[in-house]
């Protein structure tokens, strides 16, 4: 399954490391934060995907705390 949500991320930068985190998540097939549109495409595997966004919001607000992901 493969979803694209709103992401809010103050500069490309933080969206690098936001995705390079989201990688690390184990399930994750493929994963893309763009700074220019502030949106988030995430992969995953249907029965896991639930869990692995949940992760991947998480690692999201480690790397920026006021992120903000519209689920």
Do not use: W
């Amino acid at each position: 399954m493969k979803k694209t949500y709103k992401c809010e991320v103050d500069c490309a930068n933080c969206a690098a490391k936001m995705e390079e985190a989201i990688k690390k998540i184990e399930g994750v097939v493929s994963a893309r934060v763009n700074f220019m549109t502030q949106k988030l495409s995430l992969e995953a595997a249907d029965d896991v995907f639930d869990s692995v966004l949940d992760q991947a919001v998480k690692a999201c607000k480690k790397v920026e705390p006021d992120c903000e992901i519209e689920i």
